[in-house]
C-alpha cells in the first residue's frame, strides 16, 4: 500500500529522528514482511534488503533516502522503507541512479497515489524499451559475429537451427531464462519462483552450459538469436 510521505513525530530531544519528510505519494510497491517496529536501526535496514550500510550511505547522498538518529545511531522509518522498497526495485531492473532520482522528484509532484502509480508505470514502461533495444543490439552485434566467423553464411544458419533444436530447456529453465532476459537479478528471480538464491545460482549455470555461453547474458542473446525465447 502506498503511503503519504510526511515528517513523523519528533521524539523528545531526538531532533533530528524521523525528520525525512519527503513530500508527494509513492506507488504501490511490494514492501517487506514483518516490519520492525520504529524506529528502524541501519542494521535492520540493510538486512530488510539484503544491503550494505555502505549502500544505504550512498543512497543518502544521493538525497534518495534519509536517516534520523536516536544519539549516535542511525535510525529509519516505515515511510523510509517504502521509499528504499522503491528505490531496490528500480535498481533490480537496472534503472541508473540519475533516473531514479529524476522518478523520485516527479514523485514528489504527485498529488495522489494514483498519479504515483502512473509515474512510476511511465518509468516502467521506458526501461522496458531501453531492455529491448539492448536485446535487439545484442542480437545484432551476435548476427554480425557469426557471419564473421562464417563469411560464406552456412554457418550462421546452421548454429542457429542447431541451437533451436538442440537447447532442451525444463519448464523452470525457461522461465527463468525469460525473467533473465526481463532484467532481473538472480535475487529477484528467486524471490519470483519462491525459491533459494543457490537453487537459481544453480538453473542459471545450467542454461549456461546448454547455451555454450559465458555469461548470464550472452545465454539470453543467444536463446534470442536462435528463437528459443521471444526478443
Known amino acids: 500500500m502506498a503511503e503519504r510521505l510526511q515528517e513523523g513525530p519528533r521524539q523528545g530531544n531526538r531532533t533530528s529522528s524521523f525528520d525525512g519528510g519527503f513530500p508527494g505519494y509513492l506507488p504501490q ?6 516490519m520492525p517496529a520504529e524506529p528502524v536501526a541501519i542494521a535492520d535496514m ?6 550494505t550500510h555502505r549502500t544505504l550511505h550512498f543512497y543518502e547522498e544521493k538525497g534518495l ?5 536516536v544519539g549516535l545511531m542511525r535510525v529509519y522509518t516505515h515511510a523510509d522503507i517504502s521509499r528504499m522498497a522503491l528505490i531496490n526495485a528500480c535498481r533490480e531492473i537496472g534503472m541508473p541512479i540519475a533516473v531514479i532520482q529524476e522518478l523520485m522528484e516527479e514523485l514528489a509532484t504527485a498529488a495522489s497515489e494514483e498519479e504515483a502509480s502512473a509515474i512510476f508505470q511511465q518509468a516502467l514502461v521506458a526501461r522496458k524499451r531501453e531492455l529491448i533495444a539492448a536485446l535487439s543490439t545484442i542480437r545484432r ?3 554480425q559475429i557469426i557471419a564473421l566467423l562464417s563469411p560464406d553464411g552456412a554457418g550462421d544458419q546452421a548454429s542457429v537451427a542447431d541451437m533451436r533444436d538442440g537447447v532442451d530447456l525444463s519448464d523452470l529453465e525457461r522461465r527463468c531464462l525469460e525473467l533473465i532476459a526481463e532484467g532481473y537479478t538472480p535475487t529477484r528471480i528467486a524471490r519470483t519462483l519462491d525459491m533459494a538464491g543457490e537453487e537459481i545460482t544453480a538453473i542459471e549455470a545450467t542454461i549456461i552450459r546448454k547455451f555454450d555461453a559465458s555469461n548470464r547474458f550472452q545465454a539470453v542473446a543467444k536463446a534470442v538469436l536462435s528463437g528459443v525465447i521471444a526478443s
Open 29 to 34: 510497491i511490494q514492501l517487506p514482511g514483518n
Open 65 to 69: 533516502i534519509k536517516a534520523g538518529r
Open 141 to 143: 552485434q551476435m548476427q
Open 46 to 51: 540493510a538486512n530488510i534488503f539484503r544491503i
